[in-house]
Nanobody
Framework: QLQASGGGLVQTGGSLRLSCVAS????????MGWYRQAPGKQRELVAY???????KYIDSVKGRFTISRDNAKNTLYLEMNSLKPEDTAVYYC?????????????????WGQGTLVTVSS
């Protein structure tokens, strides 16, 4: 239901753009977000965008990362600039989606499969 892509290996100061496409029987998409998990650490929320484009970032990425969404394409983006070695992690997209269920609509949370971002020093 969620397919993430765009990760790779970059040098410090480089840029990457992550994408996450939602597919399937979707009525609508509510909140979306990017999480990351570095080796040996817990998964953390990096950036969040609500259905009305409310946006939040963790302090460590403010001014460097930009989250956006294209509702017509059911796609979430994360533009990452001025990358640092500490940004190295597997990045996951997450979304709350309303899908058809038992003749009605059900709210479900979905995770993408993760895309690896490696920033070399």
């Amino acid at each position: 239901q969620l397919q993430a892509s765009g990760g790779g290996l970059v040098q410090t100061g480089g840029s990457l753009r992550l994408s996450c496409v939602a597919s399937g029987s979707i009525v609508s998409i509510n909140d979306m977000g990017w999480y990351r998990q570095a080796p040996g650490k817990q998964r953390e929320l990096v950036a969040y965008i609500g259905s009305h484009d409310q946006i939040k970032y963790i302090d460590s990425v403010k001014g460097r990362f930009t989250i956006s969404r294209d509702n017509a394409k059911n796609t979430l983006y994360l533009e990452m600039n001025s990358l640092k070695p500490e940004d190295t992690a597997v990045y996951y997209c997450n979304a709350e989606m309303y899908v058809p269920h038992d003749g009605g609509v059900s709210s479900e949370f979905y995770w993408g499969q993760g895309t690896l971002v490696t920033v070399s020093s």
